[in-house]
């Protein structure tokens, strides 16, 4: 095939490459990950096909080895060794489906990075691609704008998340944006006074890319994405007068303005203004005891004990969840987010994950093309590799800052060889080496199998099974026979997706097991088993035994004979208890374990398990609460009330609820103006007999108004309030319920 053919069709494929960031597949199990991974592979897999044809016939075009080529390959080297070295290698390098960051893909942003540099020999060639990704970033704007409006057309409106999915991964990929934007924009040395020139508009286009993207920050709000643009906003100034001091002044009163602004914001904070903004309320209203800032806190405490137990090789790329659950902080369950696969802080991850030897490859990557950028004086990418490690602390990459990253890596591979950017044509060079026709014909024969043998396990296997598992999850024209020989075809294909398929196995239970007929359950019932048996073997994670746990409780529920019910029994009691073991703190465990001493009678046991998550988890309340349960059950009212009342004055902290010698004590008033929301009803009213019993009259009139905001015509609710009311005294109170039992009487009548 023809060189010049071969060139244009692996450019194509790189342009169509840098429009996957705004591609969301809906049909796909994670939509804003997995669909775009799996199209940039199966993309970067065909043009490394004709890149290897091109390569073997055409020397100029092989990569050449240099300092940021060497600092990639480092880095993967190391990656790669680390897999090996951790706690699951098969995770470590096919990844998963949320993330979709196993050592495969990161070959293939590699490879992606290597062909950039190789077939893009002109700096005009590698501006036409810049330009693509800005525009492909003003789109993204665009798509954010109509979010943030509330547009009906854009997929999830008004979370200011982009085609990314997160808002804060979303904040990263624009840094990238408004960086390339701004070097296209100050690349063009012309004089905008002269109207005749023809780059005049393109100029135009470029800063207003530039300031689409700083849009685009703004409206997502990630202020760990805002800081790194600042940052490297600052280090451009910088660079720009380390090479020419005389600009000093200029980059004086440009850095003044945007300072001045944020300090009049700083000062009007608590004003309406701000406070009806989101955006602007996140920017301004910055505390360290805020709680998604204690949450990385936290999140980068457990990283780093994960560091400290396994300091040179970490627990493998992508393996984060198991660091995470066996090094788990209680405290994350006050702060809302618990579970993490990832620490919110790129250097944290490589240091977890992939030991000392990650962190110090991924700074040396950093560094490299930081000093391969400055080296060639180019400020502009220099800076924004700054933003970009800045950045890093507070984020992680997806797959749209990863191709926007290793777009930035090849450019720098490129100009580590070219720093004169004078690149030989063809007429240049004499006699370039080539292979003979047969060996290229052997090579390029070897190299589609292997071609063909990645695209299909790599592509199109998980891409099949992904979306079989979402037809089978979600499809509701399947019939429930139907849907289960899709999910077991799903399940069958042992793609990356697996591990997920089969852990989200019991969420499709819960919604289709009562469809089938009571002979055909326990066959469903045991498809789960087997598969989650399989799973704990291969990838021993917590969720994956309590969701076995789970399971086993579900199907002795099932059988009328004791023996039987007991020993399925026991089999969950002993997954829960391998859970425990990887995670001592994980408190779903716990609760999934009460329930089952509950089904198997064994009350005492239940008590204990609860008394340890309390400990555990001493100011979280919902600890306390099923150890109220607990208690109850085990027939232990005053122990029940104390642990409830304790859950209770925890929940209500803000409405001047408190406990005074045991018992709960409250300002009426004050709670009832409270915004008063707990738990599901049934779960309040299952926890009053003790109080009941112990007459314990103003802690069941919280459990009742609570109760009564989430069903405010429940008639029993109302005559149990009338009566508590009665033996406070309150008999106006009392009055007031018996009319509304009066008035909702006659309305069911």
Not at 72 to 86: A, H, N
Not at 163 to 180: Q, R
Not at 252 to 265: H, K, N, R
Request: include cysteine; glycine fraction near 6%; charged fraction near 15%.
């Amino acid at each position: 095939m023809n060189s010049n053919i071969l060139l244009k069709l692996i450019k194509f494929g790189i342009g169509f490459i840098l429009f996957i960031p705004l591609y969301i597949g809906g049909s796909f199990f994670f939509p804003f990950i997995f669909p775009k991974i799996w199209l940039f592979q199966l993309v970067t897999e065909i043009i490394l096909f004709l890149y290897i044809i091109l390569a073997l016939t055409d020397a100029r075009f092989r990569p050449k080895w240099n300092l940021a080529l060497g600092a990639t390959m480092l880095l993967t080297i190391i990656l790669i060794i680390t897999s090996f070295t951790g706690v699951d290698a098969f995770r470590s390098f096919w990844g998963n489906t949320e993330r979709m960051s196993g050592i495969i893909t990161w070959f293939h942003f590699v490879i992606f990075a290597i062909i950039l540099s190789s077939v893009l020999t002109t700096e005009k060639e590698w501006r036409k691609f810049f330009g693509i990704a800005v525009i492909v970033s003003v789109l993204e704007f665009f798509y954010t704008l109509a979010q943030y409006f509330n547009a009906s057309w854009a997929w999830l409106p008004s979370s200011q998340s982009g085609t990314i999915g997160n808002a804060d991964l979303l904040g990263s990929y624009a840094i990238f944006g408004a960086f390339f934007a701004l070097y296209l924009w100050k690349g063009l040395n012309i004089d905008i006074r002269h109207q005749s020139s023809p780059d005049v508009g393109y100029r135009y286009f470029w800063a207003t890319a530039f300031f689409l993207n700083i849009s685009t920050l703004y409206i997502a709000s990630s202020r760990g994405a805002i800081i790194g643009f600042v940052i490297g906003i600052i280090a451009y100034m910088l660079l720009n007068i380390a090479d020419n001091r005389d600009l000093w002044k200029k980059w004086a009163i440009i850095a003044a303005i945007p300072l001045l602004i944020y300090g009049f914001l700083w000062t009007i904070r608590s004003s309406d203004f701000i406070n009806n903004s989101v955006q602007l309320t996140r920017l301004t209203n910055i505390s360290l005891k805020g709680d998604t800032i204690q949450q990385r806190f936290t999140e980068w405490g457990i990283a780093f004990e994960a560091f400290k137990a396994r300091p040179i090789f970490g627990f493998g790329p992508n393996n984060y969840l198991y660091l995470h659950n066996a090094f788990l902080d209680p405290r994350v369950y006050e702060l809302r987010e618990t579970n993490f696969d990832r620490a919110h802080n790129a250097y944290l991850d490589y240091a977890s994950m992939s030991g000392i030897l990650g962190l110090l490859g991924y700074l040396f990557l950093i560094g490299a093309l930081f000093w391969v950028f400055v080296k060639n004086k180019l400020w502009i990418p220099a800076s924004l590799m700054v933003a970009y490690a800045v950045q890093s602390f507070f984020v992680f990459d997806s797959p749209a800052s990863y191709i926007a990253l290793f777009l930035t890596i090849g450019f720098a591979i490129y100009k580590t060889g070219n720093s004169n950017d004078q690149i030989p044509s063809s007429k240049q060079i004499p006699n370039p080496k080539s292979l003979n026709s047969q060996t290229i014909i052997a090579l390029s024969l070897a190299a589609c199998i292997l071609s063909f043998y990645i695209f299909w396990q790599v592509s199109v296997k998980p891409a099949v099974a992904n979306n079989d598992f979402v037809n089978a999850f979600n499809n509701p024209s399947l019939g429930a026979e139907e849907s289960f020989n899709l999910y077991k075809k799903a399940v069958a294909q042992e793609t990356l997706g697996t591990t997920e398929f089969r852990n989200q196995y019991n969420p499709w239970l819960q919604k289709n097991l009562n469809n089938f007929k009571p002979e055909e359950r326990i066959t469903v019932l045991d498809f789960g088993i087997n598969e989650l048996e399989k799973e704990v073997k291969t990838h021993p994670m917590v969720f994956s035994y309590l969701n076995l746990g789970q399971i086993y409780n579900y199907k002795a529920r099932g059988f009328q004979d004791e023996s039987v019910r007991m020993a399925f029994f026991e089999k969950a009691a002993s997954a829960y208890d391998e859970a425990l073991k990887l995670s001592p703190n994980r408190l779903e465990v716990f609760y999934s374990y009460l329930q089952l001493s509950f089904d198997a009678k064994k009350y005492d046991k239940g008590a204990e398990l609860m008394e340890q998550a309390a400990s555990r988890a001493p100011n979280y309340w919902q600890t306390h609460w099923y150890l109220g349960f607990a208690y109850t059950m085990a027939g232990k009212d005053e122990e029940a009330a104390k642990a409830l009342n304790k859950a209770l004055a925890i929940f209500y902290n803000h409405s001047g609820v408190i406990i005074e010698n045991g018992r709960l004590k409250y300002d009426y008033d004050k709670a009832l103006n409270f915004a008063l929301g707990f738990a599901p009803k049934q779960e309040i009213l299952g926890a009053v007999n003790p109080y009941i019993r112990l007459k314990m009259w103003p802690e069941l009139l919280l459990l009742y108004l609570s109760a009564e905001k989430g069903d405010p015509e429940d008639i029993q609710l109302h005559q149990s309030l009338a009566l508590v009311y009665q033996n406070l005294g309150l008999n106006d109170k009392a009055n007031e319920e018996l009319k509304i039992v009066e008035t909702l009487q006659k309305a069911v009548k």
